[in-house]
């Protein structure tokens, strides 16, 4: 039991198939109380259900700075303080450079980079209070090679904007006692490809993978559990490769 007691917050955890859910079973396994945010509140709350008794799910739009605030605030009065957030929440479009128009930018930009903010500051707050914390950041693969499989550039973007945040964020907020680390998955088997990726794909694909397969949540799940428990309370500012060895620098 890695997170007894510990109070764990992840973002855009109600996808059935998707790396928060994941983490979120996994950090539940590990006696964390966890709080499932994401866009629509019967799916978050369901999915909090479906991990055990005791989870809590709440609506939170992580580009909305008041809502994730608002989801902070109700965690805390809930139960009593927050140990850790998983900023996981994100979009992808398999876009070309000069296909990528202005709301394109801002949906993808937005979600992931402007939600990861937003998410942490307002965790925080009592993160600081306590003198402890774990802030784990979903970049990608795509953020270091220029581009995914499925991520367009202003993904990669995006995606690159965290790691710079969450360096940024684990330099300033050290002192606080809180710990901010990134995770680089490569190819992981959820639905944020839309179906796209048949069979014959999914063999072309893995020919380029050391390891030999494409990852699944749970590979992703268990490096953000190393970073949000006690394992690791010596690593800050770092970026954890998860893909297989599709990129190995
Ligand atoms: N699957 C991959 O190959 C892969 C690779 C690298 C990085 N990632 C990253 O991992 C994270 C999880 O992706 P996934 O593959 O599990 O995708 P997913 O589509 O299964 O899950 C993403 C979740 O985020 C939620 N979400 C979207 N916009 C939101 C918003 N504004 N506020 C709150 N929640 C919102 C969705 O409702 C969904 O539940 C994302 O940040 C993604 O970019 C995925």
Redesign the pocket.
Known sequence: MLLNDRVCVI?????A????KATAQLFAKHGAQVAI????AGQAEAAAREIGPGHIGLA????DRAACTVAADEIVARFGRIDVLVN?????QPLKIMEIGPENYDAVT???LR?TLYMSQAVIPTMRGHGSGAIVC?????AQRGG?I?GGPH?SAA?GGVLGLAKAMARELGPDGVRVNSV??????????GGKLTPELKDEIAKGIPLGRL?V?DD?ANACLFLASDLSTYITGAVIDVNGGMLIH
């Not at 939170?60 to 580009?63: D, E, F, L, R």
């Not at 996981?88 to 992808?92: F, Q, S």
């Not at 979903?138 to 795509?142: E, I, L, Q, R």
């Open positions: 973002t855009g955890a109600a996808s198939r998707g790396i928060g945010l994401d866009l629509d939170c739009n992580v580009t996981n929440a994100g979009i992808t937005d979600v992931n939600g979903m970049s990608s693969v795509s995914g499925f993904y995606k680089t998955p490569g190819l992981i088997q959820t639905d944020i490809t990852g949540a992703v």
